[in-house]
Nanobody, 122 residues
Framework: QVHLVESEGGLVQPGGSLRLSCAASGSIRVIKNMGWYRQAPGKRREMVAQ????????YAHSVKGRFTISRDNNDEKTVYLQMNSLRPEDTGIYYCNADVLLSPTWSRYEYWGQGTQVTVSS
C-alpha cells in the first residue's frame, strides 16, 4: 500500500503565496510521476501541475508563471507546489497524485491524497 499525505492548505488573500507538500510512503520502488490536481465547487477535477521522475514539468495554462512544482532532491517521494500570485479562481480542493511502481512486484498503480482546501479570498 501507498499513502500520500498532503500538507494543510489555508485561506490566502489574492496576490498571496502558499506552498503545498505531499509525502508518499509505503511499498514504493519508484514514483514515476507526481502531480497536483484541483477541484473547484461544481467543476471537474483538473490537472494543475505534473513532474516526472526525470524532473520534466507540465502546467495548466492558467497557472503557468505563477505556480512551481518540484520534487525533493534527496528521496523524490515528496512533491511541492509553490503557488504565487494567487487568484480567487485558484480556490478549490487540491489533490496530490502519484504514479507508482510497487515493491517488490513492479506493479504500477495511481494513488491520490485526501485533498486539502485552498481558499483565495479577501
Amino acid at each position: 500500500q501507498v499513502h500520500l499525505v498532503e500538507s494543510e492548505g489555508g485561506l490566502v488573500q489574492p496576490g498571496g503565496s502558499l506552498r503545498l507538500s505531499c509525502a508518499a510512503s509505503g511499498s514504493i520502488r519508484v514514483i514515476k510521476n507526481m502531480g497536483w490536481y484541483r477541484q473547484a465547487p461544481g467543476k471537474r477535477r483538473e490537472m494543475v501541475a505534473q513532474i516526472t521522475d526525470e524532473l520534466a514539468t507540465d502546467y495548466a495554462h492558467s497557472v503557468k508563471g505563477r505556480f512551481t512544482i518540484s520534487r525533493d532532491n534527496n528521496d523524490e517521494k515528496t512533491v511541492y507546489l509553490q503557488m504565487n500570485s494567487l487568484r480567487p479562481e485558484d480556490t478549490g480542493i487540491y489533490y496530490c497524485n502519484a504514479d507508482v511502481l510497487l515493491s517488490p512486484t513492479w506493479s504500477r498503480y495511481e494513488y491520490w491524497g485526501q485533498g486539502t482546501q485552498v481558499t483565495v479570498s479577501s
